[in-house]
Structure formats: structure tokens, C-alpha cells
């Protein structure tokens, strides 16, 4: 009769590797944190629909353009939604962000009313993250990099030259059998090669 060998004991980390097979843990594999829940979501979108048509009209100008007091509670508020949105407070949240809409409304009138106005462009400003981004259609793309240092400012020709290099033919797949989809990342293009002229 051949020895037969007992297997060894499997260790805690094996245990546990075994037990988690199959499982996604979020922050593991990714940058990304863990994503709100859908009421958390639902609570928050008011609050982003008019941030980004905020943005749209002022840029990232218009705290400066009110008494400091406003901007700072504004500021307060966001700061108390991101810890409400973590917590997935819904209700919090839902109230806050009504807060946030209000506060935009009144800085926007207070703005107005004390003689501001919005930054004059042709084109589209957007905010992306913590960044504002402006997409001239025509102008002077130097007077307005002057005038708004803090914006990432391209024409939209320049948008059109990145897109059509290596990613034109991913980025029609990509449409054609998702309408919807956006872009949400972009990892290292270590391979592009941009000529500035």
C-alpha cells in the first residue's frame, strides 16, 4: 500500500482567499470608491443638474463674485452633502442639495444685482471633477487663458485633433452599441505622440 500524504493545513489567508472567490471588493481592484446608493443618487442629482448649469454661466467665478459670507456657507453646505452622501443619508442629502439649489439661485441674483457678469466666451464651460473646462468655438484662446488662469481652456478644434487620432474608430464602436455611454476615465496614452502648432 503507497503512502498516501495528508495535505497540509491551509492557512487563515488561504481560507479567506477561498471563502472571497468570486466576490468584487470596490476600492480593491480600482481607484474608484465605493458607489452611492440609488436614493443617495436620486437626493444629489437636483443639486448637479444646477451646479453644471451654474458652471455653465459662470464658471468657477461666481464665489468671487459674491460677499464672502455666501461663499464660505456655500461651501459649508457641500462640504456637509459629501459627508451626508457617504453616510448614505438620503434624506440629508435630499435636503442639502435643495439648500445648495437655493444657494445658487440667490448668489447667482446677488452676483447679478451687485453690478457682476458672467464671463463672456463663445464656446461651452464645463467642470469636470475639481476642474472647469472651457471649449472656445472662436476667439482668442490666449485672452481667456489670461483672463481665467484657474480653467483648462481648448478650442474645439483641439478636442476634434484628439479624438480623431487612435480613438476615432473606438469611440464610433463604442457609440453605435451604447448611444448612451460617456466617458467616465482615461487611462495613460503612453503610445500618443500631440503636435502643438
Avoid at 476667439?139 to 480613438?167: E, F, K, N, Q, T
Wanted: proline share 6%.
Amino acid at each position: 500500500m503507497a503512502n498516501v500524504k495528508k495535505p497540509a493545513p491551509k492557512s487563515a489567508a488561504a481560507k479567506k482567499a477561498m471563502a472571497d472567490r468570486g466576490t468584487f471588493k470596490v476600492g480593491g481592484n480600482s481607484s474608484y470608491g465605493k458607489p452611492y446608493s440609488h436614493l443617495v443618487s436620486a437626493a444629489v442629482m437636483p443639486y448637479v443638474r444646477a451646479s453644471a448649469a451654474s458652471v455653465s454661466v459662470w464658471g468657477d467665478t461666481l464665489a468671487g463674485c459674491v460677499p464672502p459670507a455666501f461663499a464660505v456657507r456655500y461651501q459649508q453646505l457641500k462640504n456637509e452633502l459629501d459627508g451626508q452622501m457617504i453616510a448614505e443619508d438620503h434624506a440629508a442629502t435630499q435636503a442639502t442639495a435643495a439648500s445648495l439649489c437655493k444657494a445658487l439661485q440667490v448668489m447667482d441674483t446677488t452676483a447679478r444685482k451687485d453690478g457682476h457678469v458672467p464671463p463672456a466666451i463663445d464656446g461651452h464651460v464645463v467642470q469636470y471633477g475639481d476642474k472647469v473646462f472651457a471649449f472656445l468655438v472662436s476667439g482668442d484662446i490666449a485672452a481667456v487663458r489670461a483672463r481665467y488662469p484657474s480653467w483648462s481652456v481648448y478650442h474645439l478644434s483641439d478636442v476634434c485633433a484628439v479624438l480623431s487620432g487612435r480613438l476615432d474608430g473606438m469611440m464610433a464602436d463604442v457609440a453605435n452599441a451604447f448611444p448612451n455611454a460617456r466617458i467616465v476615465g482615461v487611462g495613460p496614452m503612453i503610445e500618443d505622440e500631440i503636435s502643438f502648432g
